[in-house]
């Protein structure tokens, strides 16, 4: 199991499971799509390489031009 997904740290960054789930599920995409990774992927999976995008705050949902709601900040 990848390490960062085993604190609630990632999923109060992002606002919640589903909003993580879908983040990771659009960059995959991306990533499989051809994009470029914003980390260094050497040795890592596909899912990995998202997970430490994500962790590393290389990425995230831009609240200013979604719908979605902004995660109250603690």
Do not use: C, H
């Amino acid at each position: 199991m990848i390490e960062a997904l085993k604190s609630d740290e990632i999923i109060n960054r992002v606002g919640g499971r589903f909003k993580l789930t879908a983040l990771i599920q659009k960059r995959w995409l991306e990533l499989m799509q051809g994009a470029r990774p914003m980390v260094d992927p050497e040795g890592l999976t596909e899912i990995e390489v998202v997970i430490e995008e994500i962790v590393q705050g290389k990425i995230g949902i831009d609240y200013d031009k979604s719908d979605i709601v902004r995660p109250k900040e603690e």
